[in-house]
């Protein structure tokens, strides 16, 4: 990924993926449905059996969400 980008350094998976998270959980789009359990999910990390079987987002909410924080998650670099 890092050579593909152009970059000297080197980015893992998993630095996306944290990226993403501290981003989406900074971005505090003032909506009570934006929270951190969704966050979780759309990692696709493990709820826990009661709250897994209980949180079902509907997909349109989904994408109403991400469109609100989406501009959170273009890096800006100096």
Known sequence: M???AGLDW???????RKFFATNLKLARVNDPA????LIEYWQGHSLGKVKGAYFVPPI???I??????EQRL?????
């Open 2 to 4: 890092s050579d593909k």
């Open 60 to 62: 349109e909410e989904q």
């Open 10 to 16: 080197k980015v893992s998976s998993h630095d996306l």
């Open 74 to 78: 273009e890096p800006v670099f100096t």
């Open 64 to 69: 109403r969400l991400y469109k609100l924080a």
């Open 34 to 37: 934006f929270n951190e359990t």
